[in-house]
């Protein structure tokens, strides 16, 4: 079962730009979609992207789409969130998650990190 660990979260001006990171351990990575999830608080837990084992596919929710990229270093057993354009509604503990298909809900995906908080000031 792999492990996931995200980092980089933490406090960002509105405009600005964050990378997250999450590193996986104990699966062979590149058998898993990754995904990033976000949760506000009192909101459900949503789909930010995700991306296919190679890298070469990915998947953008609307809110996000043109100001986040996901991509995936599969030497580093690493997946990245790459956040510019940042706004005060991005505000949320940011996810990663592993499948070894694509899904757009949370209930689709196996594993989980720990969660990062991302607070974007207005």
């Known amino acids: 079962q792999v492990q996931l660990v995200e980092s980089g979260g933490g406090l960002v001006q509105a405009g600005g730009s964050l990378r997250l990171s999450c590193v996986a351990s104990g699966g062979t990575f590149t058998r898993y979609v990754m995904g990033w999830f976000r949760q506000a608080p009192g909101k459900d837990r949503d789909l930010v992207g995700q991306i296919n084992g190679s890298g070469a596919l990915t998947y953008y929710s609307d809110s996000v789409k043109g100001r986040f990229t996901i991509s995936r270093d599969n030497t580093k057993n690493t997946v990245y969130l790459h956040m510019n354009s940042l706004k005060f509604e991005d505000t949320a503990v940011y996810y990663c998650?592993?499948?070894?298909?694509?899904?757009?809900?949370?209930?689709?995906?196996?594993?989980w990190g720990q969660g990062t908080q991302v607070t974007v000031s207005s």
């Open positions: 998650a592993a499948n070894t298909h694509p899904g757009l809900f949370q209930r689709e995906y196996d594993t």
